[in-house]
């Protein structure tokens, strides 16, 4: 399968996303990565490159939290691409080889998005180069031009200068190394994953933390955090938590808010990556 789209265009279309996707840091973006670590909450996302379920939770859900000022005073969030994958010694001794759901270009961007969250050092610009790979790393071709896709993620990032690192790394025993460290976190999941999108919070996964953080980890995270540090947009929630309860009383009923959670819950799970389910890579629609 050929790339659906040519260099220009693909610029063109990326560029409509510098608002949400690449906006201008913030000054204090790099303190708050080490600010009251003790406070925050920890989230880890166990993911991979190409499953379409991926991809809605990191460019809905985990963006609309990281763009909320001061979230990363509130949560400690680690991102773990590997997924559904498995990994073998490779017949030589040097290094591993790995077998992704989706075919070897989500391996190949599996190991992008692991070297680019090794390389790039602000956590803020760091997320938005996953997301941005995620939005245009539909093609399944084996052969295609991955670095079309590195290059151009980093130049709206902002992180042009680390793009070749970030190529290199990739095709590298470095960035091998990092899939394999990713492998090995997956592998020590308690309890064991069975797809993906697979959400932990404060060490625990359990439907309740996976529904909610699939629906809104910045809400999530409002309600769990008791700091100094709470972010103001974190007032959105307790708004709505009181207008949802007086309305629920006019109403003598809460069918409504309680539907339309079933609702984004059920989209999500739809789109999950079920481990050890064959998958057509000649498609980018599974």
């Not at 080490?34 to 166990?46: F, P, Q």
């Not at 961007?109 to 996953?130: D, G, Q, T």
């Not at 084996?142 to 680390?162: I, K, R």
Request: proline fraction near 4%.
């Amino acid at each position: 399968m050929k790339l659906r789209f040519s260099l220009a265009a693909f610029l063109l279309s990326l560029a409509t996303l510098l608002a949400g996707v690449c906006s201008t840091v913030r000054a204090d973006d790099n303190a708050e990565a080490t600010a009251n670590v003790g406070d925050r909450i920890s989230i880890e996302l166990y993911f991979e490159s190409q499953c379409p379920g991926c991809r809605e939770v990191l460019t809905t859900s985990f963006k609309q939290a990281y763009a909320a000022p001061g979230f990363l005073k509130m949560a400690d969030v680690t991102l773990v691409p590997f997924g559904n994958a498995e990994e073998t010694p490779s017949a030589d001794g040097d290094g591993y080889d790995f077998k992704c759901q989706h075919g070897p270009s989500e391996c190949r961007y599996n190991a992008v998005e692991a070297c680019a969250l090794s390389k790039i050092k602000c956590p803020y610009m760091a997320f938005r180069y996953v997301t941005c790979i995620e939005s245009y790393d539909e093609s399944r071709e084996p052969d295609q031009n991955y670095g079309l896709v590195v290059g151009a993620c980093a130049a709206l990032t902002g992180v042009s200068e680390v793009a070749a690192d970030i190529e290199q790394c990739s095709t590298s025993s470095e960035g091998n190394d990092l899939i394999h460290a990713n492998a090995v976190k997956t592998a020590a999941l308690d309890p064991p994953h069975t797809y993906v999108p697979w959400i932990v919070a404060g060490g625990i996964h359990d439907d309740d933390v996976q529904d909610s953080i699939s629906e809104s980890l910045l809400q999530y995270v409002c309600q769990k955090y008791h700091g100094p540090d709470k972010s103001p947009a974190c007032a959105q929630f307790a708004k709505a938590d009181d207008d949802g309860l007086s309305g629920a009383m006019m109403r003598g009923s809460s069918s409504t808010a309680t539907g339309l959670h079933h609702s984004v819950v059920n989209k999500l799970a739809s789109r999950k990556c079920v481990k050890d389910r064959e998958v057509d890579v000649s498609s980018a629609q599974e």
